[in-house]
């Protein structure tokens, strides 16, 4: 019986190149302008996560910026809305997916209709019947329906309009979608209606939904791990895993050892290993949102870029090491410091709370070039916070 062929040894440098080669984070404008570029991104990526706190302009619009400098927040409108490139479903959290991958969504989607939804167990037939009879007539939002009887909330961030709780259990279903978001304010249409659907499309089979997930993480990571490919979704893992053998033995997939991983496997293609060794430009910089897809698996973060980034929002003021929402700095391909902003929409400034330097950025030598560097950035960012 052959063995299994020995690992490959791969840098943390080489990894991080990858690694943001599969993000487009080596090159300032990858995919264009417009909503177009906002279809392309969200397609290359997988997802793009949307979140509500908005310290700073909110994650969804954030993560599209870091990619595509000239972008508008109506560019995501247009291609949620007009373009519906784009739609809202649960990946790892609440996020605006590629509507070409609408399929591999539906399973969920009918399990949620079949079984119920546990963060809407409390949604009565009668308050459904409500929503879905006023959603028939017309796309509507939250404050167009007046008649509730507010209720105790479940947990902090639920509604206590039962309507909002029917809705959003419609939502999980499938029977209606976000057509259009003003802020965080949604408006819910029915499903087929707004994508001019007869009939929803056929469902991925769970075969298709393993090598969808894999294929994702590989596209959007370069370098992954079953950690990485199943983030938040502890149950594929076994799938995933089989699916990961099966790709090796067929020469499609090699397992590497990751400088510091230890027995934590690792895999990635061939090609994105012969294609790895162009160094990223030192001058290229970004300030990232702590819900981008570069740091959101924080382990992996760490691993690659030997920053632990600490999301303190929820953290007592005294006990905060970078700050209420700390934004990491990318130069080059090292992550050199954590920066807490705020944007002041009144006075229209963007605020500096707390500049921390971390990793390469500790070092003094060099640091006046890199701040400037940083300096720059902020400038442009300012701009992007306090456009439209």
């Excluded at 700050?323 to 410091?337: K, N, Q, R, S």
Aim: aromatic share 10%.
């Amino acid at each position: 019986m052959s063995r299994a062929p020995k690992p490959l040894p791969l840098s943390t440098t080489q990894a991080r190149q990858i690694w943001l080669h599969a993000q487009r984070l080596d090159v300032r404008a990858p995919f264009g302008e417009g909503a177009q570029a906002v279809a392309d991104a969200t397609a290359h990526l997988g997802y793009v996560q949307i979140d509500t706190i908005n310290v700073i302009e909110r994650c969804h619009h954030h993560i599209l910026y870091s990619r595509i400098p000239s972008y508008r927040r109506a560019d995501l409108r247009h291609a949620q809305s007009v373009d519906r490139s784009v739609f809202e479903y649960w990946t790892h959290a609440l996020s605006y997916v590629p509507t070409g991958d609408f399929r591999f969504f539906l399973p969920a989607m009918r399990e949620h209709r079949r079984d119920g939804h546990k963060w809407y167990a409390s949604v009565t037939p009668a308050d459904m019947r409500k929503v879905m009879r006023l959603v028939r007539a017309g796309p509507l939002t939250i404050r167009d329906i007046e008649d509730d009887v507010l209720t105790e909330k479940e947990h902090l961030w639920q509604s206590r309009k039962p309507s909002k709780r029917a809705l959003q259990l419609a939502f999980y279903t499938g029977v209606v979608t976000i057509s259009e978001r003003q802020g965080m304010l949604k408006t819910y249409e029915l499903m087929t209606r707004h994508f001019g659907w007869d009939k929803l499309p056929k469902p991925a089979s769970t075969k298709d939904i393993t090598a969808y997930l894999l294929d994702r993480a590989l596209r959007s990571q370069g370098v992954v791990s079953l950690d990485s490919a199943c983030h938040l979704d502890a149950p594929r893992k076994k799938e995933v895993a089989r699916l990961i053998a099966a790709r090796v033995r067929r020469g499609e997939l090699v397992s590497v050892a990751l400088d510091g991983a230890g027995k934590h496997e690792h895999w990635t293609a061939p090609a994105s290993l012969e294609a790895n060794g162009e160094a990223i430009s030192p001058d290229l910089v970004h300030i990232l949102s702590p819900f981008d897809p570069l740091i959101i698996q924080r382990k992996r973060t760490n691993l690659f870029f030997g920053y632990n980034h600490l999301f303190e929002a929820y953290v007592p003021k005294e006990k905060r090491k970078f700050g209420y929402f700390a934004l990491p700095v990318l130069v080059g391909d090292e992550i050199v410091a954590a920066l807490d902003l705020k944007t002041d929409r009144q006075d229209k400034k963007l605020l500096m709370q707390k500049w921390t330097w971390v990793g390469e950025g500790k070092k003094t030598a060099g640091r006046k070039e890199l701040k400037r560097k940083i300096e720059d950035e902020l400038d442009r960012f300012e701009r992007f916070q306090l456009a439209e």
